[in-house]
């Protein structure tokens, strides 16, 4: 289970309305399993279905998370025109096996759907969200 903020939801889902046509992506930070901090990213592919996060970015949250005292909690990306589960890259990309994978579907523009799962050695589990 992840746990976030409505506020944080809404972040997600309007970066990902705001990177439309192409896959919005982040990083989720907190404590435990509560989320406390949204990274937004650049999608290095600029691409409707796939996203790459600048190396240089990412290294520079993983500095900020540190000096915070917070842990990467998840990684969320958008799905522009398909339903919030991870497709096969995303599983072959899910390189961290103890975070969440949070997707935010686009496929109804007008009601945004967030799913969250768990990614290990290939394997897909859902979890639950929970909104604080």
Not at 3 to 14: D, V
Not at 41 to 54: E, R, T, Y
Not at 63 to 69: F, M, S, T, V
Not at 74 to 97: M, N, R, T
Request: proline content about 5%.
């Amino acid at each position: 289970m992840i746990e976030l903020t409505k506020e944080i939801a809404n972040k997600m889902m309007e970066h990902s309305k705001a990177e439309y046509p192409n896959e919005a992506c982040g990083i989720l930070g907190g404590r435990d399993l509560y989320v406390s901090s949204i990274f937004k990213m650049s999608n290095a592919d600029k691409s409707p279905s796939s996203f790459f996060m600048d190396p240089g970015e990412q290294l520079k949250i993983m500095k900020e998370l540190r000096k915070n005292n917070m842990d990467m909690l998840g990684i969320y990306h958008s799905h522009v025109a398909s339903k919030a589960y991870p497709s096969q890259k995303d599983v072959e990309l899910a390189f961290y096996q103890d975070v969440s994978y949070l997707i935010v579907s686009l496929e109804e523009m007008d009601n945004p759907d967030i799913r969250s799962f768990k990614i290990k050695n290939g394997k897909i589990e859902e979890e639950p969200i929970r909104y604080a």
